[in-house]
């Protein structure tokens, strides 16, 4: 095939259709793809690092699969991984500089079961440090561009993984959402993003912010790719004892439209403070057309949601302090002078992490030191399973809970830096599925007047994927929103 530039807007689906058919090999697609990147990567910078030995290896094994006949929908896909996913061989540092050559004698199960199922993997994507952050600006390396305005951020911390996708750079990206990771960045570039249940897919292998909160999910241009690739990635696995065997149905009923589904509109979430009037319209469009497709619209509470976001901003980071306590120089030392073994620790934490690193460090080993515990970390247990039962009583009411996925729409790099608080105020319509254990997904769903894409989000009650993905599917399906590429060449 001569012309590669359009090979790089098509979703999986189209994709592996033409594979098939032979219209262009696996080899020129990724071909393509890193031709892209080349072009764009340097305004985008949603990469870190490229694998070129990896994607050309496995490009030919894709083709090889494919003459045999394979119909595995992701052979020859091409893929970016968030950069707290160890994959083998491949530098790995969570976006910080404290893990700075690090390469992984392992790769993580989620990867590994998408490298068996054919992905062909391009690099590896920009984040906050350890996964701290809702712009990608906390990265240890370099800030990311949102592809639908360069001087805005891609949202985060899985910023670099959702502009890859936006920018035409990969057809999947992966992600992790310990408080909306995945959904906030794909609303805020305008693509499709995934948080599974907790315990939908493995996180071994994955450099733990929040363990109790954190998963992993996918990035894509279309509802249907994602569930291809959650599909692909999901299950039971030994190597996490927190990972469940339930059914994994996903694309169940996936056509099967929203007529006679309750679609519950929180109404601390409608009129969640800050909210933008642009997101508003969006999402006010939203939910007439998913009521004219024939679904319920039901008025539904989430009364705990105020006390979302502190008792998130005390249990994360007490779960990253503790998680964090690993990284002491010992083995992967950045200080090599030291004259003790305290010194050593300190002096390594001190240049290998982040300010907002250093910050959750603090704040989660004050809520954990005796004394404090019961006050703060105990008190934010009691909340997360208020706001767990306030999940429960809405789900009685709806089959699934429609929502802005952010407040705003993208905002201008640098303008949120210097107040935490402001950063943190991006997570409160996502931080509740993570406390509640829920699967969500967000999806475009339109734009602003200023051409800034608004995301909805599908929150679905546990092990539901198939609901939050039949009702993303009949969204998009009904409004023609697509997830697309963005124009900035
Ligand atoms: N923005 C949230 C935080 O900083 C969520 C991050 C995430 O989901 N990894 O903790």
Redesign the pocket.
């Known amino acids: 095939m001569s012309d590669l530039t359009n090979l790089t807007e098509l979703t999986i689906k189209e994709a592996a259709r033409l594979l098939r058919l032979r219209s262009f090999s696996a080899a020129e697609l990724v071909t393509a793809h890193a031709e892209r990147i080349e072009r764009l990567d340097r305004r985008v910078k949603a990469f870190l690092r490229f694998t070129p030995e990896l994607w050309e290896k496995q490009a030919e094994e894709a083709d090889r699969r494919i003459a045999r006949g394979d119909l595995g929908p992701l052979v020859g896909i091409p893929m970016a991984v968030k950069d707290v996913l160890c994959v083998r061989g491949v530098e790995t540092t969570a976006g910080s500089r404290i893990l700075s050559g690090f390469r992984p004698p392992y790769t993580g199960t989620a990867v590994s079961r998408l490298f068996a199922a054919g992905a062909v993997m391009l690099g590896v994507t920009n984040c906050?440090e350890f996964?701290?952050?809702?712009s990608t600006e906390n990265s240890g390396y370099h800030p990311t561009h949102n592809p639908w305005d360069l001087d805005r951020v891609p949202g985060?911390?899985s910023g670099g993984s959702a502009a890859a996708v936006a920018a035409g750079e990969a057809m999947i990206a992966l992600g992790?959402?310990?408080?909306?990771?995945i959904r906030q960045p794909a609303a805020l570039c305008g693509v499709v993003g995934m948080k599974p249940t907790y315990g939908r897919v493995s996180r071994y292998g994955l450099i733990a912010?929040a363990s109790s909160l954190d998963q992993i999910g996918p990035f894509t241009r279309s509802v249907e790719d994602a569930a291809i690739v959650l599909d692909a990635m999901a299950g039971h696995d030994p190597l996490d004892a927190t990972s469940s065997n339930r059914p994994n149905d996903v694309l169940r009923d996936f056509d099967a439209g929203v007529k006679g589904l309750r679609l519950g509109v929180p109404r601390e979430y409608y009129d969640v403070e800050g909210i933008e009037p642009g997101v508003k319209t969006a999402i006010d469009m939203a939910i007439k057309a998913l009521r004219e497709a024939g679904a319920e619209i039901v008025d539904v509470t989430l009364p705990h949601t105020d006390y979302g976001l502190a008792a998130y901003y005390i249990i994360?980071p007490a779960e990253c302090s503790s998680n964090l306590a690993r990284f002491d120089g010992v083995r992967y030392g950045l200080c090599q002078d030291a004259q003790n073994i305290t010194e050593a620790y300190e002096r390594t934490r001190r240049k290998g992490f982040g300010t907002e690193v250093r910050r959750r460090v603090m704040l989660g080993t004050y809520a954990l030191s005796s004394g404090y515990y019961d006050a703060y970390y105990l008190k934010a247990q009691k909340v997360r399973t208020l706001i767990k039962r306030d999940f429960d009583a809405a789900f009685e009411k709806c089959d699934a809970i429609i929502s802005a996925t952010s407040p705003t729409v993208a905002f201008p790099l640098g303008s949120r830096t210097q107040n935490p608080l402001s950063m943190?105020l991006?997570?409160v319509l996502t931080?509740g599925g993570n406390l509640a254990g829920l699967p969500g997904i967000s999806v475009p769903c339109g734009m602003t007047d200023e051409v800034l894409p608004v995301g909805l989000q599908v929150l679905a009650p546990q092990w539901r994927e198939d609901v939050a993905l039949r009702v993303a599917r009949a969204y998009e399906v009904t409004s023609g929103v697509k997830a697309g590429v963005a124009p900035i060449e």
């Open positions: 906050d996964a701290m952050g809702s985060g911390s992790t959402d310990t408080g909306g990771s912010f994360a943190y991006c997570d931080l």
